[in-house]
């Protein structure tokens, strides 16, 4: 017999053998028919849904669902990359949300091509009309092999890069492209090699001068009608910042790469300006902001430089994620 004064359980029985109020139960065998679809609740037709002030929200989306999609790494060859993608649109002060799923089935439906980041341009657009948004944004955020040789040996090996190509879509603006990429570098301190070699010419002391592991994160708009790649940017940091960090090493390699760092020993604020001189040059690159992290040997501390092109309106050089770069 059921406990006496047994308290009302909705879910689950009770020792005294009541039933639960409400039964759960999962049927496999359910058939989805189209009047019980077309019957199922909707949202979008709730009148007090909007909780909250009634104003324009400029981003709402998803973030971070994942794609095994395929990108171009060098003429003739495609390999096909987890990707890590974030889709948002606007929604208006009068509508209560949007449909989720239909970012995803969207993208769903360009699985299978190629992507740069002149495809954004029409996923966005047909998302856009999906969801009925005036702006749509997506970032693809993937690692990007490239094969690296190295300094002596020959040896060769695949250096990843972090990268994201990202696309927004405005009435006024139009289609914008962007891509982010991070070059991680080795910088040797000048200071601290000029007192090193004080230190062996005036008291034959052998001293080693500080350097660190660095990175270096690059964002460009790309130029209407222009077509820029992750080899380029990469090229651009390779030409002006020269110490990336090797994959592939002998001895041989080893030793050049000492004395690469010797030739080009450089401060924080000296990397961003190569940089700068070396992105300036592309005319196919509209705007660009770089971020630079040196992880100092000698501090506890990071040494940090910003820089912008200075384009009216671009991008500015408020970055402050200085975490993002460590590596």
Request: glycine share 6%; charged share 25%; hydrophobic share 40%.
């Amino acid at each position: 017999m059921p406990k006496k004064n047994a308290k009302t359980m909705y879910l689950h029985a009770t020792a005294g053998g009541a039933k639960p109020v409400i039964a759960r139960s999962y049927d496999p065998g359910f058939k989805l028919s189209r009047a019980y679809r077309e019957s199922l609740p909707d949202m979008m037709e709730a009148v007090d849904a909007i909780q909250g002030a009634a104003v324009p929200i400029q981003q709402v989306g998803i973030a971070h669902f994942k794609l095994p999609l395929r990108y171009r790494v060098k003429p003739g060859q495609v390999l096909t990359l987890e990707t890590n993608v974030t889709g948002t649109v606007s929604l208006e002060a009068t509508l209560k949300g949007i449909n989720m799923s239909r970012i995803m089935r969207s993208f769903y439906e360009h699985q299978h091509d190629v992507f740069t980041p002149e495809q954004l341009g029409r996923i966005l657009e047909k998302y856009r009309r999906k969801v009925g948004s005036m702006a749509a944004r997506l970032r693809l955020a993937y690692s990007h092999p490239l094969i690296q040789r190295s300094l002596r040996s020959g040896l060769e090996g695949y250096q990843y890069y972090a990268v994201a190509f990202e696309g927004t879509l405005d009435p006024k603006a139009g289609f914008r492209r962007f891509i982010e990429f991070d070059f991680v570098y080795s910088s040797a301190c000048p200071c601290s090699a000029e007192l090193a070699e004080h230190a062996r010419d005036t008291r034959g002391a052998y001293a080693i001068a500080h350097n660190q592991r660095s990175k270096a994160r690059v964002k460009v708009e790309v130029a209407p009608g222009a077509r820029l790649t992750v080899a380029d940017l990469h090229r651009h940091c390779l030409n002006a910042l020269r110490t990336e960090t090797q994959v592939m090493v002998k001895r041989e390699d080893e030793q050049a790469f000492a004395e690469l760092n010797g030739a080009y020993i450089k401060f924080v604020e000296d990397a961003a300006r190569l940089v700068y001189a070396e992105l300036a040059k592309d005319r196919r690159i509209l705007d660009f902001q770089v971020a630079c992290s040196h992880l100092e040997s000698l501090h506890s501390h990071d040494a940090v430089s910003v820089i912008c092109k200075g384009v009216k309106g671009g991008f500015s050089a408020d970055f402050t994620n200085f975490q993002s770069l460590v590596c």
